[in-house]
């Protein structure tokens, strides 16, 4: 059954401050996942020592990775990122709108990789939305509109992931559910699911949806010594089949 896993690795800086990419690795490794979806990764910046964490955390998992850059100033880049041992390619990157009444705000995008699973497309969209409720709600309202998830590219089977930075109670949370299907509602056992803040985690803000023959599993948020320490959210899985 292949696994899937959401997670904000807070550019690799864990709850005692130590910055420590093998670390986040070694968290996703003792998951044993088939795809990665990465938030908050910093590539050749000056305050994670230049390292291009996206292609370390790939290299330690023995996958191929794809990232895109929401923020880039000179040859600095912050953003999000796909790994997987699956077959892959990408099919879009980009930004997400953000919201004009607040300009200082940090930029957000979205990630799409379609990868082959038995010989089987399936598209996963990885996310990270705003901190502000009017900006979420638009840059949701994007994501479900015909720039993502109703792209004629984006059929058949779907998984959209990430960090929402919004509850289950939220607007976003339900302009996303009128397309896609909420995993932990899905899954065959009721398990821990949320996943912030890391050390005693209270909040359901990073959210698996899926769409068209993808069959959830088992959902769970791992809450233990390492992935209390090693970021300030601990990873979602999920376990799933094509039906």
């Not at 990419?21 to 990764?41: F, S, T, Y």
């Not at 994670?48 to 850059?69: K, P, V, W």
């Not at 990122?81 to 879009?92: C, G, N």
């Amino acid at each position: 059954m292949p696994r899937i896993v959401t997670y904000n690795v807070h550019r690799c800086v864990g709850n005692d401050r130590r910055l420590d990419v093998a670390r986040v690795a070694a968290v996703l490794a003792a998951l044993e996942p088939d795809i990665v979806a990465l938030q908050e990764l910093d590539v050749g910046r000056r305050r994670t020592g230049h390292a291009d964490q996206a292609h370390e955390i790939a290299r330690h998992l023995a996958m191929t990775h794809h990232f895109h850059a929401a923020l880039e100033v000179e040859e600095e880049r912050y953003g999000d990122a796909i790994l997987t041992r699956y077959p892959e390619r990408l099919v879009k990157a980009g930004p997400l709108p953000g919201y004009d009444r607040i300009r200082a705000l940090e930029p957000r995008g979205a990630l799409w990789v379609e990868v082959t699973i038995d010989g089987r497309p399936v598209q996963i969209i990885n996310t990270h939305l705003g901190l502000v409720p009017r900006e979420q709600q638009l840059q949701a309202a994007h994501l479900a509109g015909p720039a993502w998830l109703e792209h004629p590219k984006c059929q058949g089977d779907m998984i959209l992931l990430g960090d929402f930075n919004a509850t289950m109670s939220s607007l976003v949370y339900r302009t996303l559910t009128r397309r896609l299907q909420p995993a932990r509602r899905l899954a065959v056992r009721r398990q821990p699911t949320s996943t912030f803040p890391s050390q005693l985690p209270v909040l359901r803000i990073d959210h698996i949806f899926v769409g068209g023959s993808v069959q959830v599993g088992d959902v769970s948020a791992p809450f233990d010594p390492l992935t209390r320490v090693a970021s300030d959210h601990l990873p979602l899985v999920m376990d799933f089949e094509l039906g």
